[in-house]
């Protein structure tokens, strides 16, 4: 596992504090962060990629000072969005699923190859040629999931990825994320979804208030909701 390490990272905008004491080293295979709406997990989770910057302190990927390296740690994170909306970038689900691997430099057959098996191994490949708007809103979510695995990352960042789908494709996404063998950092409300993960954080009010097993971890998370 590449591994994510927080050090010491405060994130202010102005005077307000979102973001403090951040100290967290994840190397585990599947690791949940859960809290209240507003407490800080975006934030948290966009500083993997490089998305939001800290205002002190640093995050490392894989070893890579994200803020240095932003490149490269780019190139090992695939980050999914609550909104697939937002990544899906090309007018059909072929064509959406081939840009993700622009710049891979490899040769247009390949690239054909890799598209055609994403296509099939997601269940795409009736609407291949289908505009994307006509996807229902769990098809945009595996498009989008595949097109980032298409890239080949070692980590995947996913921010509330089932929060706007109804309950059979909270279920279809879940059981792709359960199956990967990348690093998986997950942020959600559906907590069922984090049976089975090797760790899960709680974040309060931009600091982290348990970092447990799951079990103890979404015990101390309920009673924070009480
Ligand atoms: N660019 C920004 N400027 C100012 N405040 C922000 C910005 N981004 C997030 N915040 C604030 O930071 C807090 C945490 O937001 P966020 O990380 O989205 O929390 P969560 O994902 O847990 O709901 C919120 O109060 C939000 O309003
Ligand atoms: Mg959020």
Known sequence: MPGVR??????????RTVLE???LD???HRVGIVGAN???KSSLVRMINGLVR?????VLVGGLDVARE??????RVGFLFPD???QIVMPTVREDLAFSLRGSGLPAAQVHERVEGALTAYGLAEHAD??????????KQLLALAAVLLTEPTLIVADEPTTLLDLRNVRAISARLAALEQQLILVTHHLELLDGFDRVVVIDEGRVVADDAPGPALERYVELLG
């Open 21 to 23: 004491s951040i100290d």
């Open 26 to 28: 994840l190397v585990e």
């Open 130 to 139: 289908h505009p994307c708007y006509l996807l229902s809103g769990g098809q």
């Open 70 to 75: 932003t490149r490269r740690v780019r190139q």
């Open 54 to 58: 800290p205002t002190s302190g640093r």
């Open 38 to 40: 507003g407490s800080g």
């Open 84 to 86: 697939a909306d937002h």
């Open 6 to 15: 927080f050090e010491q990272v405060d994130l202010r905008y102005e005077r």
